[in-house]
């Protein structure tokens, strides 16, 4: 197979990577960026868990090679290739990505969480979120610094 | 490392828990300070954390200097199945730093949040600092890349929001937060995409696990992205010059104790993530020459010229400090870069005597703001009649920032000027003479306003600070001198880590 | 026997999906919100059970089955009750059905709460989300 | 029937990740920020299925609870509270941005070109440690989820890390929204009158079976998909449905914020302190083989800890219970608190 086949998973999440950032980058809308950030950390997933995968393999929960299930997902293999890469008689997916990536998950929705109560103070603060607006005013709050104690 | 040797400040089945007990120690006390009736309990609950983690850093540190690096296997599991603790000197010599920077801030708090942060938030800013103080130490500590990233996040995610309590005083503190926020995790994310390559070549993510797989596969454009990837990202958390655009708002808006804090742990944990990665996991070869040379080097002078001159024509005294420090950070890699033991030793020196003199600077800056509300050079005027002591701190903090002679930046920046010597870097030296004479620039408007003109303030009076606040701002720049005249311990502290690193020590 | 179960199932799961797509289908052709939300909300719960009913012959008499009992029963309290919550908010904000042959009045619509007041002023209930 | 299996999962592979791509460039051109969220919410979900299709059952868990369900709360929170109108598109930032992008990707396609084949079983990432956990958690830890295994005892300090990354950003909001005067906007028009009957009779019944699933799925983490996070967020959808339907003041009576606050550290607390007996029973931190004192097994009567056959996991066991209890404890209430933030700007009770 060719390089856009056995890499097409890797190269999708470049793509998705790209469009989180460049949401991230283009807009100036406090809300819109957070929005960007959340796309490029879950695109960071998915190639974690791209590259976890093993082709045949099943989800890394104990399974009997000789119960229905076990024997079911074994069928379609070539059995010296369940001999060498199973545990078992049972092929399974890389559990490790997995464990890193739950971590990962569960750190974006706190800086999520984190990002957007300060959007809101901003907004308190401010009167908006369009940070073009708040970089004037705060031009305008540098300028008055030490004027009018 | 020779004088902690004789140290054992702890019994045997402590010392051999210190390790792990320097950041369960600060997380527990974070939980404690979190669950204390009021702001009063809570920073009791700090102070006796932070001497606790401070103690046990000192173990830590006898512990390496008797028996080389520490490994401690966290669950049980050695790695590369479990996470391990690696503390060679280096890493003991930060968490001494950090733990004793976390000390001196949250004695400071004590004094200093009562004018910056509402008394029903004390209670919960004080837990948010331990928990950032936790994440530093455990940055430094570990020694698996993806347990780095977990704790560049903990330490991340608290740092955000007490950057942004600074809204108080400063609504600019809000907007700087989240830019803070942005560009924190695109760093961190970097960072984990990085690992993700470095594990994708290697299968493990232990960090002495990794250097000797990466060694072993020489060439592979995955691995050298997944440098590229995980400097970037650290360089964002560092301030490496073109990647500094968040920290300016952060000093300048944040409470003061977390510019204190943050100017003397944040970036530093990350220059030492980046110098673990160059020099610990990088393949030897032309890659990492290449990038030192090329790279590292030049954005290194770049950020010390370029950022010195946005200092002088700054008008606030933070964003001064906040351009120099993005600077300062620039000579820390200028020594880094050059990839001597020499160069290593000045600049992990350099990262030290900055630390203290910027902790004693922004708290200096804090001490003043605590009477009066002075932020533009034209403020400072007069202010040291008014505050001699805070004043006469802030000057040793000023002069060891420029390299005065009897600082400890002066023995840093001439350390920094032999080991140039040495490798034959002249023009590292030249960076070096035009940063010094412009930091000396910036500097003196500060220290001129301040002791040699008359106060423009109008009614408003500066005063001396409480006790509270002066202790440890005294203890920093009692360091700056002390360590200027005699700096046997900072220097084997530095010249240790340099050995190991260069793979001379274990 | 087996097989005929299998067959029967995963046509089961093929016609559910189906009326899935119908639905999507009709929210996008469908003029107005009402119609919308009764055409999703509808073959959403259709198209749950007759999936659910395929997976459970597909799996037999096993716990699996039992589970896929608690899923079908959490679809159908929660689906009609989103789509009841979501027909009323939509009414609440002032969005009138365009197609039937007559036009609502809101009192009327609003059935149990008697007598007919400007719905968008009775907020003493709702202490939602809002700040 | 043999190729077939194995081709259909990648073909369903492709599809998921084209879909994901369409879904995330609706998302940048879209200029409605509502749309924006729902749309990630699809992507969450979206990716979840993937996450199937990738053999990654838990994080699937995971990303549809967290991605597609708390996200979702948040960013809606959020937008209320901002007020904000479409997003505005300035020409100004595109081209630069576009540059940027597309340099990053440059270099990712460059590095993705040394990586070994996808589904490569035989690649280092997942012959070398990730294969050992497999091999070895049978005996070592003994219990049938490996993904539970390496989360909770292998990688258990990761996972103390990242239950502090939650608390952390429970004080994070609580120190934003948490405290002072209300939201200084004006108020919202209110959105409904006081006719959802029909909603109060299905929130009175879903509440406890809400609370019942998350039970379920925290105690049944070691046999399959679930554990303490997934099993946090479900239980804290209880009290903000509760919230949504019934008003937040009168679920703040009930769960008033200092008590959930308190809740959320002493999950953080439970964990540590597993670490910490560990350490006091002789062991290093968060070996749970130490959990239980040397000598455990000649004081209690045998069966009460679990198959005296396997006694050396008996530790493993009951570690990897108490700290998914912690972590349950953490981010549900941590979930709480967070709402209770963006929902109503709460304040302290006096």
Not at chain 2, 48 to 62: I, R
Not at chain 2, 206 to 227: F, H, I
Request: glycine letters at 12%; one cysteine or more; hydrophobic letters at 55%.
């Amino acid at each position: 197979m060719s390089v856009a086949a056995t890499h097409f998973n890797y190269l999708a999440v470049v793509v998705l990577m790209m469009i989180g950032l460049y949401v991230l980058f283009s807009t100036r809308n406090l809300i819109k960026q957070m929005i960007g950030l959340g796309l490029f950390q879950t695109s960071t997933a998915l190639f974690y868990i791209s590259l976890g995968k093993v082709s045949g393999g099943t989800a890394a929960i104990k399974i009997y090679a000789d119960s229905v299930e076990g024997r079911m997902l074994a069928a379609p293999l070539d059995p010296d290739f369940v001999q060498q890469f199973g545990v078992g008689g049972v092929v399974y997916s890389n559990p490790l990505p997995h464990v890193l990536i739950l971590t990962a998950i569960v750190v974006g929705v706190a800086t999520l969480s984190v990002g957007l109560s300060i959007a809101v103070r901003i907004r308190e603060a401010y009167g908006t979120v369009e940070a073009d607006e708040i970089e004037a005013v705060t031009r305008v709050d540098a300028a008055r610094v030490g004027r009018d104690p | 490392m020779i004088l902690f040797e004789a140290l054992y400040v702890a019994p045997p089945a402590l010392t051999a828990q210190a390790p792990i007990l320097v950041i369960a120690g600060p997380l527990i006390g974070a939980c404690a300070a979190a669950l204390s009736p009021g702001g009063r309990t809570a920073w009791v609950v700090s102070v006796l954390t932070a001497v606790f983690a401070l103690w046990m850093a000192v173990a830590v540190a006898g512990e390496v200097a008797r028996e080389g690096a520490i490994d401690y296997a966290l669950g049980g599991f050695a790695p590369p199945m479990g996470i391990a603790l690696r503390i060679d000197a280096l890493g003991a010599t930060m968490a001494l730093l950090i733990a004793s920077v976390g000390l001196m801030g949250a004695l400071y708090s004590g004094h200093a949040l009562e004018s910056e942060v509402r008394a029903e938030k004390r209670t919960l800013f004080q837990s948010g600092y331990l928990v950032c103080l936790a994440g530093f130490l455990g940055l430094v500590l570990t020694g698996d890349a993806f347990n780095a990233f977990v704790f560049l996040e903990v330490s991340s995610i608290g740092t955000y929001a007490l950057v942004a309590v600074g809204e108080a005083r400063d609504r600019r503190a809000l907007p700087a937060a989240f830019n803070y926020l942005i560009f924190g995790t695109v760093g961190a994310t970097l960072y984990v995409l990085g690992v993700g390559f470095l594990y994708a070549a290697t299968g493990t993510l232990n960090l002495a696990d990794m250097a000797p797989r990466l060694a072993a596969l020489g060439d592979n454009s995955a691995v050298q992205a997944g440098l590229a990837f995980i400097v970037a990202g650290l360089g964002v958390k560092a301030a490496m010059f073109p990647l500094h655009g968040w920290l300016l708002g952060a000093y300048a808006g944040a409470p003061s104790l977390v510019s204190v804090f943050l100017a003397a742990t944040a970036t530093k944990a990350a220059i030492y993530l980046i110098i673990r990665f160059v020099f610990g996991v990088f393949p030897e070869g032309e890659f990492g020459e290449n990038f030192l040379r090329w790279i590292l080097a030049p954005l290194a002078a770049a950020a010390v010229i370029i950022c010195s001159m946005q200092a002088i024509f700054e008008r606030e005294v933070r964003r001064i400090l906040a351009f120099s420090s993005v600077a300062q950070v620039g000579f820390i890699l200028l020594g880094a870069s050059l990839a001597t033991t020499a160069g290593l030793s000045a600049g992990v020196f350099y990262l030290v005597a900055h630390a203290l003199m910027k902790g004693a600077l922004f708290m200096a800056v804090g001490a003043f703001a605590i009477s009066v509300r002075a932020r533009t050079v034209e403020d400072f005027s007069g202010i040291a009649r008014e505050a001699p002591w805070s004043a006469a701190a802030f000057a040793v903090g000023a002069a060891s920032l420029v390299g005065a002679p009897l600082t400890m930046g002066f023995l840093a920046k001439w350390s920094l000027v032999s080991s140039a010597l040495q490798a034959g870097e002249i023009w590292i030296v030249v960076v070096l003479a035009i940063g010094s004479l412009l930091t000396l620039i910036y500097v003196g408007r500060i220290l001129e306003a301040m002791f040699f003109r008359a106060p423009v303030r109008g009614a408003e009076r500066a005063s001396e600070a409480p006790v509270g606040v002066l202790v440890p701002l005294f203890v920093f720049s009692g360091l700056s001198l002390w360590f200027g005249v005699d700096a046997t311990l900072p220097a084997s502290l530095a010249n240790a880590s340099a050995s190991v690193l260069m793979g001379e020590a274990p | 026997m087996v097989d005929a179960l299998h067959l029967i199932g995963g046509g089961l799961v093929v016609a559910g999906t189906l009326l899935t797509l119908l639905g999507g289908v009709g929210v996008l052709r469908f003029p107005d919100v009402y119609t919308r939300i009764h055409a999703a909300s509808l073959t959403d719960t259709g198209g749950a059970t007759l999936v659910l009913l395929g997976l459970a012959l597909i799996s037999g008499l096993t716990l699996e089955t039992l589970k896929l009992g608690f899923v079908w029963m959490f679809v159908m309290l929660t689906t009609p009750a989103a789509a009841n919550a979501l027909a009323n908010a939509a009414f609440s904000a002032g969005h009138t059905p365009r197609i039937g042959a007559f036009q609502i009045t809101k009192g009327v619509a609003a059935g149990e709460a008697g007598p007919d007041t400007p719905r968008r002023e009775t907020s003493d209930g709702n202490k939602s989300a809002a700040p | 029937m043999s190729e077939i299996a194995l081709q259909v999962n990648f073909a369903l592979n492709i599809a998921l990740l084209l879909m994901l791509i369409a879904v995330g460039v609706a998302i940048a051109r879209m200029r409605s920020l509502l749309a924006a969220i729902l749309l990630m919410g699809v992507y969450s979900l979206v990716s979840a299925v993937w996450l199937i299709v990738m053999d990654a059952a838990d994080v699937a868990f995971t990303e549809a609870v967290v991605g597609a369900g708390i996200s979702t709360i948040v960013l809606l929170g959020a937008i209320l509270l901002v007020r904000a109108g479409p997003v505005r598109h300035n020409w100004r930032m595109t081209i630069a941005p576009a540059v940027l992008v597309l340099g990053v990707g440059g270099l990712l396609v460059y590095a993705m070109t040394g990586l070994p084949e996808f589904g490569d079983p035989a690649s280092p990432a997942n012959a070398y440690v990730g294969r050992n956990y497999l091999i070895q958690t049978p005996d070592e830890i003994g219990v049938p989820n490996v993904v539970t295994a390496v989360l909770a005892s292998y990688r258990g300090f990761d996972t103390l890390g990242e239950t502090v990354v939650v608390f952390a950003a429970g004080i994070g909001v609580a120190l934003m929204l948490g405290f002072g005067p209300r939201s200084s906007l004006p108020p919202l028009p209110a959105a409904m009158g006081d006719h959802h009957v029909v909603l109060r009779v299905t929130a009175r019944l879903l509440i406890p079976l809400i609370a019942l699933f998350a039970f379920y799925v925290q105690f049944h983490g070691d046999l399959g998909a679930g554990g303490g996070f997934q099993a946090g967020v479900i239980l804290a959808v209880a009290p903000i449905l509760h919230a949504l339907v019934f008003g937040l003041h009168e679920t703040i009576a009930a769960l008033p914020v200092r008590a959930v606050r308190s809740i959320a550290t002493l999950g953080v607390l439970l964990f540590a302190g597993v670490g910490v007996i560990c350490m006091i029973n002789g062991g290093g931190f968060l070996d749970y083989d130490h959990l239980f004192p040397p000598g455990v097994e000649a004081i209690i009567p045998p069966g009460l800890l679990g198959d005296p056959d396997h006694a050396h996991q008996w530790g493993q066991h009951f570690g990897i219970f108490f700290i998914e209890l912690g972590v349950l404890l953490t981010v549900a209430a941590t979930m709480v608190t967070i709402f209770y933030g963006f929902a109503g700007r709460a304040v302290e009770e006096p």
